[in-house]
């Protein structure tokens, strides 16, 4: 199937740095791109949905300005965290989209101390 | 109301036993539904889709209800490696073929 990765896998920052996020589709191309996010014990919630070329479609109470993100090309989606704080600590999922199904990367386990 | 709910679990049963699930929606022109299963710390997996006629891939039964708007999954035989995290998806269609994940049902699978 479908791979789409994500780097870095975990990441521990400290309250007020920003923190990057990849997303990649290895081998399709994806014109869409969406971003999720989980906290221990819940589901997970669309944060985002980035299409290639255009702005990010942010979901409901979702901060734009403090999750900036980019879809520069047809395989890569950026997600940056900015001026992180302990709330921020989750567990950030990028899924890419084909014509058929979506592709969950692997998550990136965000920790800010 | 959340748009996607599930039964809370955890679901504990004895390895071959069947075990169901279900799901409600909220949304009644939702177009796909969807079972996924996340296993402790890693990413969702498709499972399988769900369509209104039901379907079956080896122990695994789903069943859409548009009327009630309920999904479900069945598992029968169950064995260890079914133990997971199972999510109800819903996408509301359109162009975005956003996902709307339920909470999870948690199900142990017992030796």
């Known amino acids: 199937g479908a791979v789409v990765s994500q780097h870095p896998s975990w990441v521990i920052c400290k309250s007020g740095t920003s923190v990057k996020i990849e997303c990649r589709s290895l081998d399709f191309q994806a014109t869409t791109m969406f971003w999720y996010r989980q906290f221990p014990k819940q589901s997970l919630m669309l944060m985002a949905t980035?299409?290639?070329?255009?702005?990010?479609?942010?979901e409901q109470g979702v901060e734009k300005d403090k999750f900036l993100i980019n879809h520069a090309s047809l395989t890569l989606s950026t997600l940056t965290v900015t001026s992180a704080h302990p709330e921020d600590s989750s567990f950030y999922i990028c899924?890419?989209?084909?014509?058929?199904?979506?592709?969950f990367g692997p998550g990136t386990r965000l920790t800010v101390t | 109301r959340k748009e996607v709910e599930q039964d809370p679990g955890p679901f504990n049963v004895p390895e071959g036993a069947t075990v169901a699930f279900n799901c409600t929606y909220s949304n009644s022109a939702s177009q796909s539904f969807f079972w996924y299963r996340q296993d402790c710390r890693k990413e969702p997996k498709l499972l399988m889709s769900v369509y209104s006629s039901g379907n079956e891939d080896g122990r695994f039964t789903a069943q859409l209800n548009r009327a009630s708007q309920y999904i479900s999954l069945l598992i029968r035989d169950s064995k260890l490696s079914d133990s997971a995290t199972y999510l109800c998806?819903?996408?509301?269609?359109?162009?975005?073929?956003?996902?709307?994940f339920g909470t999870g049902t948690l199900l142990a699978v017992q030796p």
């Open positions: 899924s890419a989209r084909n014509s058929y199904e979506q592709y």
């Open positions: 998806v819903v996408s509301p269609g359109g162009a975005t073929n956003k996902l709307i």
């Open positions: 980035s299409n290639e070329g255009s702005k990010a479609t942010y």
